[in-house]
């Protein structure tokens, strides 16, 4: 499986704020997710990130609020804009090696409050 | 879309006894159905999965069953150790999803001594 590593590991910010994630990868892999996780809940995935271009929303989720990017094979990066306590979660970052092949494999996430 | 379901929510067994935590997906050409296991404050791990050419797929203590006509699959777990305890969440992809995994809603497992 790859390494993944994800920075901030935690985080408190103010509402209105916003928050950039990073999740690298040691090599080179076809998709990349992003996940929120609730507290006590499943994980919800809020979108793919594409490499060169944009990311691909689930439904309840939108670019302005989520902005993403994917520059190359092995980072990206989650932006949670104008937060609000609701924005309180835990989000990680999946990576799926070859397209198809199925296994995902989750980052160890970022814990994000929102005071 | 693709739904999953998974039962029980919580589940308690002794050490040394056998668990089982069962999901049904709603789409039929969902074709790969993994299950993590997630202990508190970590990451959820991948520890066992199974396609959908195949009806059951054995790791150790761990198996899975697949039922592509009842659309449902099963996790089993031997001889339970309280290493065991953790949240457990399947997960299923449909062929035409993107590769998107649609997890369930996770079951508490308590292996008592």
């Known amino acids: 499986s790859a390494v993944i590593s994800q920075k901030p590991s935690r985080d408190i910010c103010q509402r209105g704020t916003s928050l950039t994630i990073q999740c690298q990868v040691d090599?080179?892999?076809?998709?990349m997710f992003w996940y929120r996780q609730q507290p006590g809940q499943s994980l919800t995935l809020i979108a793919t990130?594409?490499?060169?271009?944009?990311?691909?929303?689930e439904s309840g989720f939108v670019i302005d609020k989520f902005p993403i990017s994917r520059p190359n094979l092995t980072f990206s990066t989650l932006t949670v804009s104008n937060m609000s306590p609701e924005d309180s979660s835990i989000y990680l970052c999946?990576?799926?090696?070859?397209?198809?092949?199925?296994?995902?494999?989750f980052g160890p996430g970022t814990r994000l409050t929102v005071t | 879309g693709e739904n999953v379901e998974q039962h029980p929510s919580t589940l308690s067994v002794q050490e040394g006894d056998s668990a089982v935590i069962k999901c049904t997906y709603s789409?039929?050409?969902?074709?790969?159905f993994p299950w993590y296991k997630q202990e508190l404050g970590k990451r959820p791990q991948l520890i066992i999965d199974?396609?959908?050419?195949?009806g059951e797929k054995k790791d150790q203590r761990i198996a899975v069953t697949l039922n592509k006509t009842a659309k449902h699959f099963s996790l089993h777990i031997t001889e339970t150790q309280p290493e065991d305890s953790a949240v457990y969440f399947c997960?299923?992809?449909?062929?035409?999803?993107?590769?998107?995994?649609?997890f369930g809603t996770g079951t508490q497992l308590k292996v008592e001594l």
């Open positions: 090599s080179q892999v076809t998709m």
């Open positions: 990130a594409n490499q060169g271009s944009e990311a691909t929303y």
């Open positions: 199974i396609r959908s050419n195949v």
């Open positions: 789409d039929s050409a969902s074709n790969y």
């Open positions: 999946s990576v799926e090696r070859s397209s198809g092949v199925g296994e995902q494999y």
């Open positions: 997960a299923a992809r449909f062929t035409g999803g993107g590769n998107k995994l649609t």
